[in-house]
């Protein structure tokens, strides 16, 4: 099954200022989660991040939290646990105010549905604690979930591989960011395939 850009989320997790000198391979994981967040502002995919304790950890770095609609500070180690289930759900369409003849005519029908977008791209750290969680929580509630592996880190390489044993076994997939970038826009012939090329090359 490839994902459909149009059902896609991208949250960051934890990428801080303070964590990202004991991560494991931390310079390349933080450019592919920048790539990532840059060709999602311009395909309009939802972006959101996490930042745990903040005041100790220190916050994201400008150039990927720029590309975040919200940035949720929490001390849980699972987003979902301080709210963002409710950040990834849409927002119901408004009540209508008036009498349906005082209307105009395509306001009285019914609104369609706002799209749901239950696949959820996760990218972060440590892998094998609040990117984890997060990632089990939000499948608890019945999101997909899309682990990019080369855009999440953990202090050991043994810590960062089981948390993806463990994600696997729990119906997460495993993915890297040029797989997500080139099943995003599915062909060459894409608008937005030059800034692909030019953010993977």
């Known amino acids: 099954m490839l994902m459909d850009v149009q059902a896609c989320q991208l949250v960051l997790v934890d990428l801080q200022a303070k964590l ?3 991560m494991v391979d931390a310079d390349g994981v933080w450019a592919n989660a920048a790539r990532l967040a840059q060709l999602a502002q311009v395909l309009e995919v939802p972006t959101w991040g996490t930042e745990q304790n903040p005041s100790r950890l220190g916050a994201m ?3 990927i939290r720029s590309h975040c609609r919200q940035v949720l500070a929490k001390m849980q180690f699972s987003a979902v646990e301080e709210g963002l289930g409710e950040w990834l759900q849409p927002e ?12 105009p005519r395509h306001l009285q029908k019914n609104q369609a549905a706002v ?5 959820i791209v996760l990218a972060g750290c440590e892998a094998h604690i609040c990117l984890m969680q997060t990632a089990l929580d939000l499948l608890e509630d019945e999101f997909e979930v899309w ?18 044993d463990r994600l696997a076994g729990a119906g997460a997939e495993l993915v890297t960011a040029e797989m997500v970038a ?5 062909s060459a012939e894409h608008p937005d395939f030059k800034l692909l090329q030019s953010l993977f090359k």
């Open 147 to 164: 682990v990019v592996t080369d855009a999440c880190a953990s202090r050991t390489e043994r810590n960062r591989d089981a948390a993806y």
């Open 92 to 103: 119901p369409p408004q009540a209508l105010r008036g009498n349906a003849r005082s209307l």
């Open 20 to 22: 990202k000198p004991v």
């Open 182 to 186: 080139f099943e995003w826009l599915r």
């Open 115 to 119: 799209q749901e977008r239950k696949s």
């Open 61 to 63: 770095p400008p150039e």
